[in-house]
């Protein structure tokens, strides 16, 4: 669809400070412009030599081109007195500029960044039935840089799925520490994105009560404190549910380590916050609650356990994810799924719980960044239509979906045309906002005398014996790879018996309860999700 350049705001920044962290921009008032190329020309020279039959041009020096910035002249515009002082800088320096359109997003509307030399400013009457005029010609230093779509920047993102007034009901602070690790490109714009529901494992819940967050980001040049709305922090009421924060201006370069560092409070002992599990692990992790004063959000470090408070390493308030802007596309997913995914029975490596997210961490170019929406308990038809959850605001964040959900529709008995209509919302809802979808064959379901060290001692679920509901939902699954589903990712190729179908593979056993693979078992399924990041 084409943009109508009604309502561009154009923006200068200051010189000499990379994009990401830029914290001064201004709006240039009564301002449009033309010739805003993205592109790069080159000036040539004649490389010709007595042997050429041809006359043969050569590059030497690419040229981002310019454009002129025309304005209603106003003398106290902060932005036009700014561009002014731009153009009298005789140290020659390239000044951060900005232009963002009026497409009607409010998070990630189309942003372009330029960096350019302010060759002048000038301004005069114009006839006699217009206003003054200015006009600034703009000589760019580097190609213009397009931000795409906010995404999912950064790992470890969680849907809570509990809350709690903290371990003995009497707290009234929560803080978290959690290890991240972002995307293959810089982020520009990064955000942490809050909330104030929970999943039940039957659907969203929203709080109790309103609940006052804070955020920051850490990382090794130090702590960047996430603001709201240009405050400190921000109250969630159960009827807001979900808050996104202004960005977060640090230096975002691809494959970073850093750590979301999370505080929340309530007004009371006894009330409550949203709480994500299997959420530590790494180094550096913390999570404590307490009746603290004060907040470790902007330090720096591990975080101490305030006087009278308990560690909750199961028990975290975290982000609902960590989104941001690149300059190109690379993978982000959102996995979708249940306890399987939610990593129950993994003892984990490094904080990173589950087979799909250890997959994802693992692939060769480097960690791709995701956020886990999956919950015990929780069926396809409980999440139907995803789109009008409140976690289905991330279906615009991602490119690529993996679902493995199905296992507990099978165990609750559900139909065979309920499980595929169900699974086909949940796909559609993905494919129509652009994403990849693959779903995740149905996992075995058995139970055993040995503790699952042989196949002979296993019996089937019910729902689970060959060509039973379970083997229906795969066969199903499998015929619609190429039109409703982008693929599906088979993990019993490295969890099921080969010689014995519908049973968990065994010699080590790679299933503790017959349902969810153990911690051999997630990092067997890890090597077939690795295996189809790689080709993203």
């Given at each position: 669809?084409?943009?109508?350049?009604?309502?561009?705001?154009?923006?200068?920044?200051?010189?000499?400070?990379?994009?990401?962290?830029?914290?001064?921009w201004t709006v240039i008032g009564g301002a449009?412009?033309?010739?805003?190329?993205?592109?790069i020309k080159w000036s040539s020279t004649d490389?010709?030599?007595?042997?050429?039959?041809?006359?043969?041009?050569?590059?030497?020096?690419?040229?981002?081109?310019?454009?002129?910035?025309?304005?209603?002249?106003?003398?106290?515009?902060?932005?036009?007195?700014?561009?002014?002082?731009?153009?009298?800088?005789?140290?020659?320096?390239?000044?951060?500029?900005?232009?963002?359109?009026?497409?009607?997003?409010?998070?990630?509307?189309?942003?372009?960044?330029?960096?350019?030399?302010?060759?002048?400013?000038?301004?005069?009457?114009?006839?006699?039935?217009?206003?003054?005029?200015?006009?600034?010609?703009?000589?760019?230093?580097?190609?213009?840089?397009?931000?795409?779509?906010?995404?999912?920047?950064?790992?470890?993102?969680?849907?809570?799925?509990?809350?709690?007034?903290?371990?003995?009901?009497?707290?009234?602070?929560?803080?978290?520490?959690?290890?991240?690790?972002?995307?293959?490109?810089?982020?520009?714009?990064?955000?942490?994105?809050?909330?104030?529901?929970?999943?039940?494992?039957?659907?969203?819940?929203?709080?109790?009560?309103?609940?006052?967050?804070?955020?920051?980001?850490?990382?090794?040049?130090?702590?960047?404190?996430?603001?709201?709305?240009?405050?400190?922090?921000?109250?969630?009421?159960?009827?807001?549910?979900?808050?996104?924060?202004?960005?977060?201006?640090?230096?975002?370069?691809?494959?970073?380590?850093?750590?979301?560092?999370?505080?929340?409070?309530?007004?009371?002992?006894?009330?409550?916050?949203?709480?994500?599990?299997?959420?530590?692990?790494?180094?550096?992790?913390?999570?404590?609650?307490?009746?603290?004063?004060?907040?470790?959000?902007?330090?720096?470090?591990?975080?101490?356990?305030?006087?009278?408070?308990?560690?909750?390493?199961?028990?975290?308030?975290?982000?609902?994810?960590?989104?941001?802007?690149?300059?190109?596309?690379?993978?982000?997913?959102?996995?979708?799924?249940?306890?399987?995914?939610?990593?129950?029975?993994?003892?984990?490596?490094?904080?990173?719980?589950?087979?799909?997210?250890?997959?994802?961490?693992?692939?060769?170019?480097?960690?791709?960044?995701?956020?886990?929406?999956?919950?015990?308990?929780?069926?396809?038809?409980?999440?139907?239509?995803?789109?009008?959850?409140?976690?289905?605001?991330?279906?615009?964040?991602?490119?690529?979906?993996?679902?493995?959900?199905?296992?507990?529709?099978?165990?609750?008995?559900?139909?065979?045309?309920?499980?595929?209509?169900?699974?086909?919302?949940?796909?559609?809802?993905?494919?129509?906002?652009?994403?990849?979808?693959?779903?995740?064959?149905?996992?075995?379901?058995?139970?055993?005398?040995?503790?699952?060290?042989?196949?002979?001692?296993?019996?089937?679920?019910?729902?689970?014996?060959?060509?039973?509901?379970?083997?229906?939902?795969?066969?199903?699954?499998?015929?619609?790879?190429?039109?409703?589903?982008?693929?599906?990712?088979?993990?019993?190729?490295?969890?099921?018996?080969?010689?014995?179908?519908?049973?968990?593979?065994?010699?080590?056993?790679?299933?503790?309860?017959?349902?969810?693979?153990?911690?051999?078992?997630?990092?067997?399924?890890?090597?077939?999700?690795?295996?189809?990041?790689?080709?993203?």
């Amino acid at each position: 669809m084409a943009q109508k350049s009604h309502g561009t705001s154009f923006y200068i920044g200051s010189a000499a400070t990379p994009f990401q962290i830029e914290s001064a921009w201004t709006v240039i008032g009564g301002a449009y412009a033309s010739g805003i190329g993205k592109g790069i020309k080159w000036s040539s020279t004649d490389g010709t030599v007595m042997a050429d039959g041809v006359k043969q041009t050569l590059k030497t020096v690419a040229d981002a081109g310019d454009f002129e910035l025309s304005m209603r002249h106003d003398i106290t515009d902060n932005g036009q007195i700014a561009l002014k002082a731009a153009a009298s800088d005789k140290a020659n320096p390239a000044y951060n500029l900005k232009v963002v359109a009026d497409d009607g997003r409010t998070i990630d509307p189309m942003t372009f960044l330029i960096s350019g030399r302010v060759m002048g400013y000038e301004f005069g009457p114009g006839n006699i039935s217009s206003l003054w005029e200015a006009k600034s010609k703009i000589a760019m230093a580097a190609k213009v840089t397009e931000l795409g779509r906010s995404r999912i920047a950064a790992t470890r993102g969680a849907l809570p799925w509990d809350i709690t007034g903290g371990s003995a009901g009497t707290y009234t602070r929560g803080e978290s520490r959690v290890a991240i690790q972002l995307g293959r490109l810089d982020v520009y714009e990064l955000r942490l994105v809050y909330g104030n529901f929970y999943s039940n494992g039957g659907g969203e819940v929203i709080g109790t009560n309103a609940i006052t967050v804070r955020g920051s980001v850490e990382t090794a040049g130090g702590t960047v404190q996430a603001t709201f709305g240009g405050a400190a922090s921000m109250v969630i009421q159960p009827t807001d549910q979900v808050v996104i924060s202004d960005p977060v201006r640090i230096i975002a370069g691809g494959g970073i380590s850093a750590w979301a560092r999370s505080d929340v409070t309530v007004a009371s002992a006894g009330q409550k916050w949203p709480i994500a599990r299997y959420a530590t692990g790494a180094a550096g992790d913390g999570a404590y609650e307490s009746n603290a004063a004060s907040s470790q959000v902007n330090n720096t470090g591990a975080l101490t356990l305030p006087s009278g408070g308990a560690s909750t390493p199961n028990f975290v308030f975290m982000p609902l994810a960590v989104i941001g802007r690149s300059t190109a596309v690379t993978p982000s997913v959102l996995l979708i799924g249940d306890s399987i995914f939610e990593g129950v029975n993994d003892a984990g490596v490094n904080g990173i719980y589950g087979f799909a997210a250890r997959g994802l961490v693992a692939a060769s170019a480097g960690p791709i960044p995701y956020a886990k929406m999956a919950r015990q308990s929780e069926d396809a038809a409980d999440v139907v239509p995803y789109a009008s959850l409140r976690r289905g605001m991330f279906l615009d964040c991602c490119n690529y979906v993996i679902c493995n959900l199905g296992t507990n529709d099978v165990t609750n008995a559900r139909t065979l045309a309920s499980i595929q209509a169900n699974l086909l919302s949940i796909w559609a809802a993905a494919t129509s906002r652009g994403a990849k979808v693959y779903q995740v064959l149905l996992l075995p379901g058995t139970t055993s005398t040995d503790g699952f060290a042989t196949d002979a001692n296993q019996t089937h679920r019910t729902g689970y014996a060959p060509g039973g509901l379970r083997d229906q939902v795969n066969t199903w699954i499998i015929s619609q790879a190429g039109s409703t589903l982008t693929g599906y990712i088979d993990c019993n190729a490295v969890m099921e018996s080969s010689t014995a179908p519908g049973k968990w593979k065994s010699g080590p056993a790679l299933t503790g309860d017959g349902i969810h693979p153990n911690t051999a078992g997630h990092a067997a399924g890890a090597t077939v999700i690795t295996t189809l990041a790689n080709t993203w």
